[in-house]
């Protein structure tokens, strides 16, 4: 099946990740790989847009538990732009990994040129890695957490 460049992809070992979290650690550091992103040509982009973010779900069970640690020092700022986007990404991960419960009349959650409104309700969270549709990818996952703690340990 012949394939096209549809970008490029920034991956790590999760295990890297999976084997400290196991001992009751957390990981000491993450190596990325960048590779062509590619898709086979002659698929259709629907089915292209629902295969391969099982992959994925790891890195969001992550993300939800480093939520889970700040969750103190967040509530204290929960109005700041960055804490909402990261406790919703956090929820949507609790629920499935799909975006959910925006009111149509809410603000906008937003983080790094990233938006998500009511119009999104029922799309993947983990979607920014697989060409042509909004989310977020792995590596959008490690600069959020970074962010969250950087703001929360001012």
Same mark, same amino acid.
């Given at each position: 099946?012949?394939?096209?460049?549809?970008?490029?992809e920034?991956?790590?070992d999760?295990h890297?990740?999976?084997?400290?979290?196991?001992?009751?650690?957390?990981?000491?550091?993450?190596?990325?790989v960048?590779?062509e992103?590619?898709? &086979?040509?002659?698929? #259709?982009?629907?089915?292209?847009?629902? =295969?391969g973010?099982?992959?994925?779900l790891? $890195?969001?069970? !992550?993300?939800?538990?480093?939520?889970?640690?700040?969750?103190?020092?967040?509530?204290?700022?929960?109005?700041?732009?960055?804490?909402?986007?990261?406790?919703?990404?956090?929820?949507?991960?609790?629920?499935?990994?799909?975006?959910?419960?925006?009111? &149509?009349?809410?603000? #906008?959650l937003e983080?790094?040129?990233? =938006?998500?409104?009511?119009?999104?309700?029922? $799309?993947?969270? !983990?979607?920014?890695d697989?060409?042509?549709?909004?989310?977020?990818?792995?590596?959008?996952?490690?600069?959020?957490?970074?962010?969250?703690?950087?703001?929360?340990?001012?």
């Amino acid at each position: 099946m012949a394939a096209v460049t549809a970008g490029i992809e920034l991956w790590y070992d999760i295990h890297a990740v999976l084997d400290p979290l196991s001992k009751g650690d957390w990981p000491r550091s993450l190596e990325f790989v960048e590779d062509e992103l590619t898709k &086979p040509a002659d698929l #259709p982009s629907d089915v292209i847009k629902n =295969t391969g973010r099982t992959h994925l779900l790891p $890195s969001i069970a !992550l993300f939800a538990l480093f939520y889970d640690e700040m969750e103190q020092d967040a509530n204290k700022r929960q109005q700041e732009p960055l804490v909402r986007f990261a406790r919703s990404v956090r929820n949507f991960a609790a629920h499935g990994a799909v975006v959910r419960g925006i009111h &149509p009349d809410a603000a #906008p959650l937003e983080w790094r040129g990233l =938006t998500w409104t009511s119009q999104d309700n029922g $799309s993947p969270v !983990l979607a920014g890695d697989v060409h042509g549709t909004a989310g977020l990818s792995r590596g959008d996952l490690v600069y959020l957490m970074a962010d969250l703690y950087s703001l929360l340990a001012d």
